[in-house]
């Protein structure tokens, strides 16, 4: 990009939470349906101002979070792109709605703003408690896709991929941030439209009377027209045949379950998203997430001052957990450090595919308090 170009992008001074209502509407959403739940509610009150002015653009807010998810879904099927945003207790009231996306392949994006402890918790302070919630809130054996964001930055963008992967892999997309990420004010660039990419659902081709709207592809993508366009078919959340009528018969519920993970497992290389930063040559490795990342950033930096080889792999991507980029780090490096704000949710994900090769440790804070680089540095040195 030349030097002209960037100058004419805006700048723009935002939260964590604005960036992820400006990357909604970079990426194309025109339908959101929400209920105001603390760290998360700026994401629906800039909606709220925003989507009215957008072309075709829908702001509801439901009575409850149940209600929002389930609008969303309906929206999802007319064609609109679509996302409601929450926090942990509103999160936990969307599962069995996630859980019906999933099997009616439903493409949403759900942000969840989260924050510390249990039940109602700690509303205004940060916490990591809902990460494996997201892979296994719903219920049932289905893939998701669980993206994270560490500054005001990658809100924007990551929403942006989330809004892309949902359309592209027809499949509920969850951005999780923590309330540091979300509150966060940072100046930022908003890029002009075109200078990203913009990926909307596969349509159908053949004639209406021909559409199976889960039949088997060659991605395992099936297309999905707007309702009202002429192509009928059936929406259920009971396991279904390829025209989407329920069926019980062995070899069918078979074949969708299998399709239905094989659309996200083949595709792995392009959904694992994570950031190195000085991981070549490191011998301790920090893995971290949301704003505890900014802090192991720091932390790293310092050590290498210092003179110790610190690395940080940075995930984007929490689910499908990318295996393949810890698992070569872990036979490289002599300590692992997993620092959460929770009781160590990734970092069993990292002690399951370790076996044995290295030594992991966590760093676990769950007082509503952040993880700070010196906590970082203090067990890396």
């Known amino acids: 990009m030349s030097a002209m170009q960037r100058k004419k992008r805006t700048e723009a001074f935002l939260l964590g939470n604005e960036a992820v209502a400006e990357g909604a509407l970079l990426a194309g959403c025109s339908f959101y349906a929400g209920y105001p739940i603390t760290p998360s509610t700026e994401i629906m009150e800039v909606m709220a101002r925003r989507l009215p002015h957008v072309e075709n653009g829908v702001f509801l807010q439901m009575e409850d979070e149940i209600a929002s998810a389930g609008a969303i879904i309906g929206a999802s099927l007319a064609g609109r792109k679509v996302m409601t945003a929450t926090s942990g207790p509103g999160f936990s009231l969307m599962q069995e709605q996630i859980g019906y996306a999933c099997m009616t392949e439903t493409p949403l994006v759900i942000v969840n ?8 918790g700690l509303p205004t ?6 990460v494996q919630q997201a892979r296994w809130g719903a219920h049932g054996d289905h893939p998701i896709i669980v993206f994270s964001a560490a500054d005001v930055r990658e809100c924007l963008e990551m929403t942006i991929t989330a809004f892309n992967y949902a359309e592209k892999y027809r499949t509920p997309v ?7 990420t979300a509150h966060t004010r940072e100046k930022i660039e908003i890029p002009r439209p075109g200078e990203f990419e913009v990926l ?9 009377e021909w559409y199976k709207p889960y039949e088997e592809t060659v991605r395992g993508v099936p297309p999905m027209p707007p309702i009202g366009t002429g192509y009928r ?15 019980s018969r062995p070899d069918e519920v078979k074949a969708v379950t299998e399709r239905m993970f094989r659309k996200i497992d083949r595709f792995f290389h392009d959904i694992q998203i994570v950031d190195h930063d000085q991981t ?11 704003s505890v990342a900014r802090s192991a950033r720091l932390a790293v930096r310092q050590a290498r001052e210092a003179g110790v080889k610190a690395g940080l ?10 295996r393949p980029h810890v698992e070569k780090l872990l036979r490289t490096c002599k300590l692992v450090l997993v620092p959460e704000m929770n009781m160590g949710q990734i970092s069993r ?3 399951r595919v370790n076996c044995g090769i290295t030594t992991i440790r966590t760093i676990n804070r769950v007082d509503g308090q952040i993880i700070t680089p010196s906590q970082i540095l203090k067990e890396i040195a």
């Open 174 to 180: 969850i951005l999780l941030l923590d309330e540091i």
């Open 313 to 322: 792999l940075s995930l984007k991507t929490l689910f499908p957990f990318p």
């Open 349 to 351: 994900e990292v002690k």
């Open 280 to 290: 070549e040559d490191a011998d301790t490795l920090v893995i971290a997430y949301g």
């Open 200 to 208: 909307s659902r596969l349509l159908p081709t053949m004639p209406p």
């Open 233 to 247: 078919f059936h929406v259920t959340g009971l396991t279904h045949d390829p025209l989407g009528f329920p069926t």
């Open 113 to 120: 703003v989260m924050r510390g402890g249990s039940s109602t």
């Open 125 to 130: 302070s940060p916490g990591q408690g809902d």
